[in-house]
């Protein structure tokens, strides 16, 4: 279970020029206009977990309720995803950029897979191969570009929701048969997404 992070709302800070500079809060007094949607692309936090957290099996709230807010990615996180994001989805659509984030931290979020970001990006297969062609050629340490800071931001509120997939491949520039194997959840541009 995830903790939470105990800072009063009046410390939340506005985003700034990189969209990742607000700070998670311990609660949110809902304000007139809310919806969980948008707060939980202000604080960097999961919808779905916001909703686990304060019992609600919808998404009405409202003006002067206040919600709990779970643990939230931080800034670092957010922009090694980014960057990712942007290396592997260049030339595609936003939903597959939001897509490749998903995919991110759905294997954070699974058993199979470890649990950070960081290692997620950075986890070698057992011939030492990165997971991810970007951080093997270095595209990885380029800066991302806005698109892909937002899919990021969509991602991690989306988080918990959708197709549940694990991996994604451009099938005309991979050989690799196992993934081939996979079930596939979605095609979005040149990728396909799979559990």
């Given at each position: 279970m995830?903790?939470l992070i105990?800072i009063?709302?009046?410390?939340?800070?506005l985003?700034?020029?990189?969209?990742?500079?607000?700070?998670?809060a311990?609660?949110?007094?809902?304000q007139?206009g809310?919806?969980?949607?948008?707060?939980g692309?202000?604080y960097g936090?999961?919808?779905?977990?916001?909703?686990?957290?304060?019992?609600k099996?919808?998404?009405?709230?409202?003006p002067?309720e206040?919600l709990?807010l779970?643990e939230k990615?931080?800034?670092?996180?957010?922009?090694?995803l980014?960057?990712?994001?942007?290396?592997e989805s260049?030339?595609?659509?936003?939903e597959?950029?939001?897509?490749?984030?998903?995919?991110?931290?759905?294997r954070?979020?699974s058993?199979?897979?470890?649990?950070?970001?960081?290692?997620v990006?950075?986890?070698?297969?057992?011939?030492?191969?990165?997971?991810?062609?970007p951080?093997?050629?270095?595209?990885?340490d380029?800066?991302?570009d806005?698109?892909a800071?937002?899919?990021?931001?969509?991602?991690?509120?989306?988080?918990g929701?959708?197709?549940?997939?694990?991996y994604f491949?451009?099938?005309d520039k991979?050989?690799?048969?196992?993934?081939r194997?996979?079930?596939?959840?979605k095609?979005?541009g040149?990728?396909?997404?799979?559990?």
């Amino acid at each position: 279970m995830k903790k939470l992070i105990a800072i009063s709302t009046a410390a939340v800070a506005l985003f700034a020029g990189t969209g990742f500079d607000a700070q998670a809060a311990g609660s949110h007094k809902v304000q007139s206009g809310d919806s969980l949607w948008n707060i939980g692309k202000t604080y960097g936090v999961s919808v779905k977990e916001m909703q686990e957290l304060n019992k609600k099996n919808n998404h009405l709230i409202f003006p002067g309720e206040a919600l709990q807010l779970p643990e939230k990615v931080s800034k670092e996180d957010k922009e090694l995803l980014a960057r990712l994001v942007h290396a592997e989805s260049k030339g595609e659509p936003y939903e597959g950029k939001v897509a490749v984030a998903t995919v991110v931290l759905n294997r954070v979020d699974s058993e199979q897979f470890p649990d950070s970001i960081k290692e997620v990006v950075y986890e070698t297969s057992a011939g030492g191969i990165y997971q991810f062609s970007p951080v093997g050629n270095g595209q990885i340490d380029k800066a991302a570009d806005e698109e892909a800071i937002k899919a990021v931001e969509e991602a991690i509120a989306f988080r918990g929701d959708g197709n549940n997939s694990l991996y994604f491949f451009n099938p005309d520039k991979t050989s690799d048969e196992w993934i081939r194997t996979r079930k596939v959840t979605k095609t979005i541009g040149n990728h396909v997404f799979a559990q």
